[in-house]
């Protein structure tokens, strides 16, 4: 212990340092450059004077370490009798001696801080541990040459209150990559840790939530997204006390460093700790890593390993040259991608509202084609559809159009595109019934053009245009080439109050427009659903067994249900996404507009994201979330409550129901959120009905915030080392599902990873990780999410809607974000041992 404090010296090491350095070059042999005083920053202003190191010259080898692997453990000023200490240096000791013989090393414990101006000593050790407790343990000297040892490729890793030593070291801050908030992990708690990097060996065998008791501690700063998380401490199942750092906590995590490995974890605070068979899993996975003897990557969830740059330029005036109303995209094998406007014109285009004019809400869907190779953008081709009618309330806008786009599996021979879209032709401007189709195109592979004329139409059913909205759009493929198709419930919002839209009164000519008992809740109508069909080469198509329904069902009298029905009760699935190596589907959907829950009415807005591994009820309009019910409406009187809905046991008893009366049972839903939050839930009664009580309300998904919402699903990220080029994503993200929302601010844009045994049943994502800094919000990155898939190539591709609604402007693009973090470190020819 020295006698007198002194400030320690500034960003030793860091990136961005704004001092001169001299970069110490490390090779066998080499001497190391003379380290002066002169190269040392100034400290804050109320630093206190601070001595010039002296002249160092040091060699180590380059790496230091070598095939016989050892690892220092330094405790600082602490004595080796300190019990946790002690158990520190036992655990890591055990770990060492057991394993495969190929991963084994020895260790020596020191509490002496000179063994870093030892060359020759500090040179044999692949890796230095911390299990100090804290304080000023190094001094100048001392400190310069661990930082000559991560220069020269060292190893560290840092254990629990290691995070406190060396505290007026920027360079040290950096090397631990967080700093603990006082008074934080004063007590041990049981809490659960979200074991995110399903890849780093830290995390070798650990399951995906690993309830333990440790002394948890807040952090200054969060470092999420500056240093790579390998696993976080859920907040909720433990009391963080003051400087809490919310849904997003991490606890362990590692970074390439100063030409070096550093790996820090914040648990290890007590004693029983170090005799957990899993923290010893995690301890050694992490000196797998510092000491070389396996490799990992450490730079995938570094938010600065990203660039997204957009590929599209604004409009020329009067020419939708580059993009029309964005609303879905899809990429192909070569890597061109094609996307689609929906309908919306530009502000210089008129826009027809009037029903007695025959070119009411005609609009061009335009496809687009961006072809990597040549960074050029071609305009295939437009279809004349219903969907251009501007903003306004219910009864004036419109969101038909062209609505989605899906290649056929074999496309790159066959060009066959596949389009989802309301034609204008088949409009009815006395009764507002349109026609909704899927139709089979070819595009000519040289030119990128589609050949209108080549149209084979696959699907069509009957939709009403009197009132707006909801139409879904989705399409994907599963691996065995049956196409699912989203469709909306077709049903205003605006005759329910924002909570279940159930109200069976309001009509045209017959036809209601507010009930969606009659399109989602209805097992005889398409609308409101995710069906699901095989399409033959001749342009029909063929139902796969394990749909919902078969079409021939008996019940009450048959000729009540569509074999195309793969999952109804959804409200707006305008994407939809199947992870072709498990065939499971994903979709979101937008929920109503009630911005509170009601205990009259039920539930609050809920935007929505399921995981569906089978055919089902997913509860539109009767149960939403954790299937938590809605109220019926009476009759004549549709403002007058009714009872609560069976979520189990659902009834469609609509006067507008042509469908079974009693449906499947409800499948609770993965995700979802309202304007409180997410994943709100309640405490229920003897009969399952929640008390939609705001002020008791719980949320169980703290890490998602609502608002202005409108989900939009992603995709499950799977990654292909056979394709994998400059840009690709690492493989850190393969399985995880992307899920986000068309706004930026508190709304999601996060990977999250679901359990594979509860997934599909209801089962809440174990981890959730923000995405927002990697794809960019604001007013010039990303803002408005329209939808978002990966290139064959693991590049991810994303549209952004633009700044206004129905319509494209200057901002609205194709954008592209690619990785550039490099590959996983050591790099094989420096690993310690071959084989």
Not at 360 to 388: C, M, Q, W
Not at 401 to 418: H, K
Not at 782 to 796: A, E, R, S, T, Y
Request: net charge neutral.
């Amino acid at each position: 212990m020295r006698s007198a404090p002194r400030q320690k010296p500034g960003a030793l090491g860091q990136l961005g340092r704004s001092r001169r350095r001299s970069r110490r070059i490390w090779a066998a042999g080499l001497a190391v450059a003379a380290l002066t005083g002169g190269l040392l920053a100034a400290g804050p202003a109320t630093a206190r004077p601070y001595p010039e190191p002296p002249v160092t010259t040091m060699s180590l080898p380059s790496p230091p370490g070598g095939s016989n692997v050892r690892v220092l453990v330094f405790h600082g000023s602490a004595s080796p009798e300190t019990p946790l200490v002690n158990a520190g240096i036992e655990a890591i000791e055990k770990i060492g001696q057991s394993g495969p013989e190929n991963q084994r090393f020895t260790i020596r414990a020191t509490d002496d801080a000179s063994v870093f101006t030892d060359e020759r000593q500090l040179g044999r050790f692949n890796a230095v541990v911390f299990l100090t407790g804290g304080g000023d343990v190094l001094d100048p000297e001392q400190e310069l040459g661990l930082e000559a040892y991560m220069e020269a490729g060292g190893g560290f890793l840092g254990v629990h209150d290691a995070a406190r030593a060396e505290p007026y070291s920027d360079w040290f801050t950096g090397l631990v990559g967080a700093r603990p908030a006082k008074g934080s992990g004063a007590t041990a708690q049981r809490a659960t840790v979200e074991v995110g990097d399903r890849q780093h060996p830290a995390n070798s065998g650990l399951p995906l939530e690993w309830k333990r008791p440790d002394k948890w501690l807040n952090w200054e700063k969060n470092p999420s997204g500056d240093v790579h998380t390998v696993a976080r401490v859920r907040e909720s199942t433990y009391k963080p006390g003051e400087g809490a750092n919310g849904a997003d906590h991490p606890v362990s995590w590692c970074r390439d460093y100063d030409g070096g490995r550093s790996f820090y974890t914040g648990m290890g605070g007590t004693v029983d700790t170090y005799a957990e068979s899993d923290f010893r899993t995690h301890l050694r996975g992490a000196l797998l890593w510092t000491t070389r003897l396996a490799r990992a990557d450490c730079k995938a969830a570094i938010n600065a390993n990203y660039r997204a740059e957009r590929l599209t330029q604004p409009n020329q005036p009067g020419q939708n040259d580059q993009i029309g109303e964005p609303h879905g995209l899809v990429t192909a094998e070569d890597g061109r991608v094609l996307y689609i406007g929906r309908g919306g014109a530009d502000a210089a285009q008129p826009v027809v509202t009037d029903w007695n004019n025959p070119d009411i809400g005609k609009g061009k869907g335009e496809i687009h084609v961006y072809d990597p190779r040549t960074k050029k953008v071609t305009l295939a081709g437009a279809l004349s559809v219903f969907g251009n009618k501007g903003g306004g309330d219910e009864l004036i806008k419109v969101e038909e159009g062209l609505l989605g786009i899906e290649l056929d599996p074999g496309f790159q021979t066959n060009g066959w595109v596949y389009l989802h879209y309301t034609p204008h032709a088949q409009i009815n401007r006395d009764t507002r019934m349109a026609e909704r189709r899927v139709s089979r195109f070819t595009l000519d592979l040289a030119t990128n053009k589609l050949d209108l004329n080549s149209e084979k139409v696959l699907l069509k059913w009957p939709v009403q245009i009197h009132s707006c909205c909801h139409a879904g759009g989705g399409m994907a493929w599963d691996s065995k080439n049956n196409l699912y198709i989203a469709t909306g419930d077709n049903n205003s919002s605006r005759f329910s109050d924002g909570y279940s839209g159930n109200n069976p009164e309001p009509n045209y000519k017959g036809v209601s427009f507010a009930d969606a008992r009659r399109t989602a809740g209805n097992t005889n109508n398409l609308n409101g659903k995710i069906l699901r069909v095989h399409p033959e080469p001749d342009g029909t198509y063929t139902l796969p067994a394990g749909n919902l329904f078969t079409g021939d069902e008996q019940d009450e009298g048959g000729g009540k249900t569509r074999g195309e029905i793969y999952v109804m009760g959804v409200r707006n699935p305008a994407r939809i996404s199947v992870d072709r190596k498990t065939d499971i589907l994903y979709a979101g959907w937008v929920g109503p507009d009630a911005g509170a829950p009601s205990t009259t009415w039920g539930p609050a807005k809920y935007d929505t994201f399921a995981a569906i591994t089978g055919p089902g009820n997913h509860g539109w309009p009767y149960c939403m979330g954790n299937n938590q019910p809605y109220r019926d409406r009476n009759l004549p009187d549709p403002t007058k409550p009714l009872g609560w809905y069976d979520c189990d046991q659902p009834k469609n008893e609509s006067p507008n129901n042509d469908g079974l009366v009693k449906l499947p049972p409800v499948t609770a839903n993965t995700i979802w959120y309202s304007p409180q939050g997410g994943g709100p839930d309640f405490p229920r009664n003897a009969d399952g009905v929640p008390s939609y009580k705001t002020e008791e309300q719980i949320f169980r998904l703290p890490w998602l915030k609502g608002g202005g919402q409108a989900a939009m699903n992603g995709p499950v990220y799977r990654y292909d080392a056979d394709t994998a080029r400059e840009g690709t994503w690492p493989s850190y993200w393969d399985g995880k599902w992307f899920v986000g929302d068309f706004y930026d601010t508190d709304q999601p844009r996060h990977a999250v990873l679901t359990d594979p045994r509860t997934v599909g049943k209801g089962g809440l994502p174990v981890h959730a990780e923000s995405l927002k800094k990697i794809v960019p919000i604001g007013n010039d990155g990303i803002k408005n999410l329209m939808d978002w898939k990966f290139g064959p190539d693991g590049v991810l591709y994303v549209l952004d809607y633009g700044r206004g609604f129905f319509t494209s402007d200057a901002k609205s693009a194709l954008w592209r974000v690619t990785y550039q973090g490099g590959a996983a470190t050591p790099s094989a020819d420096q690993l310690a041992r071959k084989g």
